[in-house]
């Protein structure tokens, strides 16, 4: 797998959505590390925090084969407790595996899931 700001892409999907997001002109941190990520119980990391005005955009990338395009109760409760936490933040973004199969059509689908 490539690299993306020093860190080894964890999925194809993920490659192809940084791919979209660097067409689009977007500003990006990857595996954002958020109440301190995977080193503090209750953290979680972030695929993608995109920069974004007025508010920054929690993204996340939702392989089918891991998440069978339906989110566990535990991804529920992360997204609800990001949206409750994160006041200076957009609602999260999921991007299912799905729907980013090519960079043309994970553009066409930020585009729209991040209003521009």
């Known amino acids: 797998m490539p ?15 940084a791919q979209a997001l660097d067409d689009l002109g ?4 990857y595996q954002y590390a958020w109440n301190g990520g995977r080193l503090v ?12 005005a007025p508010k920054n955009v929690p993204l996340f990338v ?5 998440h069978k395009g339906v989110m566990a109760p535990e991804e529920d409760l992360k997204m609800l407790e990001l949206q409750t936490e994160a006041k200076y933040w957009a609602p999260p973004v999921i ?3 799905s729907e ?4 043309e059509q994970a553009k066409n689908i930020l585009s729209f899931r991040l209003g521009i």
Do not use: M, N, P
Request: hydrophobic share 40%.
């Open 100 to 103: 980013c199969e090519t960079v």
């Open 95 to 97: 991007i299912w595996g």
């Open 62 to 66: 939702h392989g089918e084969y891991w």
């Open 41 to 52: 119980r209750g953290g979680q990391v972030i695929d993608f925090l995109v920069i974004k």
């Open 26 to 29: 977007y500003d990006y941190v």
């Open 3 to 17: 690299e993306l700001q020093g860190q080894t892409v964890a999925s194809k999907e993920e490659a192809i959505v």
